[in-house]
């Protein structure tokens, strides 16, 4: 498969002696876009190869994931069932608006029961309730997700770091799979808490090279600062490249500021991941009342 690499050209890049990548695999698809195709690929072939129509998952309410699901289950023909954390609001906010519209059912779940999506007792209920289907935890990571996620890294991404946002870690553990013990891949995790990822994480891959750098969370998971969205908004601007303000808008800005600080020996070349997650900025700029791109 080719996806673009682009090559981005600021005067710090120079000044630092490096040279920084952008790889867009939130191109691949219109709706199911970035690291979220690539999670779901074998997972719809595995659901296929099991004969099941429904396609059953968890999500927030601005989940990428819920949305790239429900586009991914109609154009593959399954049902989808999305079981969303929290309570309903209507009018139903851009992502689920889209999710519905795309054939998903959405049912909530009040917190302390959402907690419980991996239990195994808990799954049964919910097939008592909804009929067999084909169960893709939340942020769709699973072994088979990494499976998918190990192609976004290609033989010709010979670059020194592989930059990248992390949620769950089903993306990140892909990428260093298919990375060589030359390369080191460096998550941005956009979530506080690190602890859990990192103990997750080594259920996917054996590899060592790979650190998190966990600064440039911000606030937590859905916090979107000002200056973070001036920075996108800034970044957009000068390279015409949108990122999103959960994930890839935090990486990126993390990447400049360690380029900044000096982290990339002379020389190096840095690949940055576009995971995509777009589709999230409108229900955001929306919530927040400030303008991010789309
Ligand atoms: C879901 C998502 C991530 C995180 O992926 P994980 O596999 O859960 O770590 C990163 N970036 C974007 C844009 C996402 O939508």
């Not at 309903?88 to 917190?111: C, D, I, V, W």
């Not at 769709?140 to 991404?157: S, V």
């Not at 060589?180 to 994480?201: L, M, N, R, S, Y």
Request: proline letters at 3%; glycine letters at 10%; aromatic letters at 10%.
């Amino acid at each position: 498969m080719k996806i673009e690499t682009e090559e981005i050209s600021i005067p710090l890049l120079i000044e630092k002696e490096v040279r920084l990548f952008i790889k867009r695999i939130d191109k691949i698809h219109p709706f199911v876009s970035g690291n979220k195709w690539f999670k779901l690929k074998y997972n719809l072939i595995e659901a296929q190869m099991q004969d099941l129509d429904t396609l059953l998952t968890f999500g927030g309410a601005f989940s990428n994931h819920i949305s790239a699901t429900a586009y991914a289950a109609k154009e593959k023909g399954f049902k989808s069932i999305g079981i969303i954390r929290g309570e309903e609001h209507l009018p139903l906010n851009p992502t689920l608006h889209f999710a519905k519209q795309n054939g998903m059912e959405l049912h909530y779940l009040s917190r302390s029961d959402y907690r419980k999506k991996t239990n195994p007792e808990f799954l049964e209920l919910l097939k008592a309730q909804f009929g067999c289907f084909y169960l893709i935890p939340e942020g769709g990571t699973n072994k088979l997700a990494t499976q998918g996620t190990a192609e976004i890294l290609e033989a010709n991404d010979t670059q020194d770091y592989i930059c990248c946002a992390v949620g769950t870690g089903g993306t990140i553990a892909g990428i260093i799979n298919a990375s060589t013990a030359k390369q080191t891949v460096i998550g941005f995790p956009a979530i506080k808490g690190i602890d859990c990822i990192e103990k997750d994480i080594k259920n996917w891959t054996s590899s060592t090279n790979y650190k998190f750098i966990n600064t440039y969370t911000g606030k937590g998971y859905a916090k979107v600062s000002e200056k973070l969205v001036e920075f996108i908004s800034e970044f957009n601007t000068v390279n015409d490249i949108p990122l999103d303000a959960i994930y890839t808008g935090k990486m990126m800005m993390g990447v400049l500021d360690l380029i900044s600080k000096n982290f990339f020996p002379k020389g190096s070349n840095i690949l940055t991941i576009h995971t995509g997650g777009l589709q999230g900025n409108k229900g955001m700029a929306e919530r927040l009342g400030v303008k991010l791109p789309s």
